[in-house]
């Protein structure tokens, strides 16, 4: 049974920093990409960033670009995700998701093969 299981969300001022940890389990597949989505009440779902196990090349939507670096752990089957300089309108849960094989085309927007159950980023103004 796949598992992702998220930690580390909280509330942060503008401008603060939070680090999400995303520690996975149950995997049959040893080529993946796993990363992070959100979503935001009444806003679309959104692929913000991801990285490959196979390669660790990666991937950040122009929303946080040059904020937020992923990284990851295969020893630990951890990936994090350090989030700087964070604005009021990255509030939202974040998910940390999967999708099995190497390609990153569908991170933006889905379809995701498993969710974490996601924890929550809010940013005060």
């Known amino acids: 049974e796949v598992q992702l299981v998220e930690s580390g969300g909280g509330l942060v001022q503008a401008g603060g920093s939070l680090r999400l940890s995303c520690t996975a389990s149950?995997?049959?597949?040893?080529?993946?990409?796993i990363g992070w989505v959100r979503q935001a009440p009444g806003k679309e779902r959104e692929g913000v960033s991801c990285?490959?196990?196979?390669?660790?090349?990666?991937y950040y939507a122009d929303s946080v670009k040059g904020r937020f670096n992923i990284s990851g752990d295969n020893a630990k089957n951890t990936v994090y995700l350090q989030m700087n300089s964070l604005k009021p309108e990255d509030t939202a849960a974040y998910y940390c998701?999967?999708?099995?094989?190497?390609?990153?085309?569908?991170?933006?927007?889905?379809?995701?093969?498993?969710w974490g159950q996601g924890t929550q980023v809010t940013v005060s103004s």
């Open positions: 998701a999967v999708i099995f094989g190497d390609s990153m085309v569908h991170w933006v927007s889905g379809p995701y093969d498993d």
């Open positions: 149950g995997f049959t597949f040893d080529e993946y990409i």
């Open positions: 990285i490959s196990r196979n390669d660790g090349r990666s």
